[in-house]
């Protein structure tokens, strides 16, 4: 295998062994969310990059920049934060329905009420589990705020030391953004695939809940 090869198998062959830790040491699950987080990985990557495409920039039509780095539109952050955990709850009822929609909305502790003062305890597990689904929208809204910040506030760096100070002296700022975008695409595929390990171990271990 050439250099190009090694290095796609180094990366494909990282993922895997943090699929692994996030799972457990499972190999069958590990495999089967690798070509997902591979993907994400490669499209935020690519997309962070795009500034360094020759007269990008240049292109405006009615002083707005018509191409413009992908990842630094909310839009597409936001929806990519929404595909993941969402699409990772979509998936978990489907394998385990009642368990995972149990660790959620719990009401299985009202059908264990005996007396008054279980009556408490079961409206706490309730409220407890509306904050977990709070919590489930505050991931999505950290993970789209974390790369759409990062890479937005490189771009706008870039912009305005590039219009004071000619190209020379931007260069160090454009290599730090570079690497910024690189950084970024490691820990969103990074937050993805534990978020995603997380939502599907609460799911297949937790007591199933009516």
């Known amino acids: 295998p050439g250099r190009y090869q090694l290095a796609i198998e180094g990366l494909v062959g990282f993922f895997l062994d943090q699929l692994k830790n ?11 969310a ?18 360094l495409i020759p007269l990008v920039s240049s292109v405006v039509t009615e002083g707005v920049q018509v191409l413009r780095t992908p990842t630094s539109d909310l839009s597409l952050t936001i929806t990519m934060g929404l595909m993941m955990i969402l699409g990772s709850h979509l998936i978990a009822i489907i394998k385990h329905p009642f368990r995972h929609i149990g ?3 719990k009401i299985k502790p009202f059908f264990k009420i005996r007396m008054m003062k279980d009556i408490p305890n079961a409206f706490l597990e309730l409220f407890l589990g509306f904050l977990d689904i709070v919590g489930e929208f505050a991931k999505i809204m950290s ?22 100070l000619a190209y020379v002296v931007p260069m160090p700022f454009i290599l730090i953004s570079t690497f910024s975008g690189i950084i970024q695409a490691f820990v969103f595929s990074i937050l993805s695939l534990n978020f995603m390990a997380g939502i599907f171990q609460s799911s297949a271990s937790a007591p199933q809940e009516a």
């Open 143 to 164: 993970m789209s705020f974390r790369l759409f910040g990062n890479i937005f506030s490189g771009e706008v760096m870039i912009a305005i030391i590039t219009g004071l």
């Open 103 to 105: 660790n959620y909305i």
């Open 22 to 32: 996030a799972w457990g040491g499972s190999e069958k699950e590990s495999r089967k």
């Open 34 to 51: 690798l070509p997902y987080i591979i993907t994400i990985f490669f499209i935020i990557l690519i997309g962070n990059q795009f500034s």
